[in-house]
């Protein structure tokens, strides 16, 4: 007898169904608006993981058509909930999790053939899709907490800011990016690792998915056992410019966190999902930290004293 429930969603616009049949269950990814990326460009991606012996969705049916996907279910344990269970190593857990980004930066192969038969290759993650997601922060968050008279000059000084990090990336845009890669995204399924949500991978920095690991909004971890996580992915690199990658990691974590306070801003406005402001606070706390590690983030650092002082030390 076949029973569908629907299941708590994501941020994002898909809708999420399990469905059981006897002792057997999957998933159906429901996606009117972005079908493209959130039906086609997923099972892609998955298929691109899975070439590559790395845990991700199988799919079982499609119907682009009507809208929707039948995936591989992973059931409800994340490896959010397990660190959340105090008795539980959180070690041995990134130790298995750095080696999974090892084997997901290893992907060579970026050609694969959708469920439409068609070529998808993985795209560039450029300055200019960096700048735009960074500007989320101004797009967003800044509009509803910045007076209209100050706002204008804020965010053309910020965006001139942001265009200056951009540039000052050492590394080349050559790994595999999942791009959201954090512990909410890894399910444990049977032992193994498995990885949802990869629809928005590109080919980009390969700091890119350790800052968002280490520093993950969702997931609050100390100062030390930050660079712990960072000790332990750099000791596993063979040839790895530390003053390089160290450089672009910090970049890299700021721009992404500024982007995601511009996300959960509109996720609250916009979607009217008003949980996601409660995360803002500890965004800030993981920018402040890191623009105070460095000179380069000096202008940022003054901008953001001088617009939201408040915000950044409420901590």
């Given amino acids: ?19 059981r049949n006897n002792h057997n269950s999957s998933i159906i990814v429901f996606a009117k608006k972005e079908k493209f990326k959130n039906l086609l460009v997923y099972d892609a991606i998955n298929k691109v993981l899975n070439k590559n012996k790395i845990l991700a969705p199988k799919l079982y049916e499609e119907n682009y058509r009507k809208n929707y996907i039948e995936i591989q279910d992973f059931g409800n344990e994340s490896i959010l909930n ?22 997901i930066q290893s992907i060579k192969n970026r050609k694969i053939k959708n469920f439409k038969n068609k070529n998808y290759i993985i795209p560039r ?31 053309k000084e910020f965006k001139e800011i942001i265009r200056n990090l951009a540039n000052n990336l050492k590394l080349k845009n050559n790994f595999f990016v999942h791009r959201d890669f954090h512990v909410s995204n ?20 390969r700091a890119y998915d350790l800052a968002s690991l280490i520093d993950d909004t969702r997931f609050k971890t100390s100062k030390s056992f930050k660079k712990k996580i960072f000790k332990l992915y750099v000791k596993k690199q ?8 160290k450089n672009d990691f910090e970049i890299l974590s700021i721009l992404r966190n500024l982007k995601i306070i511009g996300i959960f801003t509109r996720l609250a406005f916009r979607d009217r999902k008003k949980k996601y402001l409660k995360m803002i606070p500890y965004t800030w706390k993981l920018i402040k930290m890191r623009i105070n590690e460095n000179k380069e983030f000096e202008d940022l650092k003054k901008l953001l004293n001088q617009n939201f002082e408040k915000k950044l030390n409420e901590n």
């Fill in 125 to 155: 993650y450029d300055k200019k899709i960096l700048m735009n997601e960074a500007n989320l922060f101004c797009d967003w968050y800044v509009k509803k907490n910045l007076p209209k008279s100050i706002k204008d000059k804020f965010t």
């Fill in 82 to 103: 397990k660190l959340n269970k105090k008795k539980n190593s959180k070690i041995s857990y990134f130790k298995d999790i750095i080696n999974l980004l090892n084997k």
């Fill in 186 to 205: 890894l399910m444990l399924v049977n032992n193994q690792i498995g990885l949802i949500d990869s629809q928005d991978a590109l080919i980009g920095n």
């Fill in 238 to 245: 063979k040839k790895l410019d530390l003053k390089k990658f």
């Fill in 1 to 19: 007898m076949k029973k569908i429930v629907k299941i708590k969603g994501d941020a994002s616009i898909r809708k999420f169904y399990r469905k």
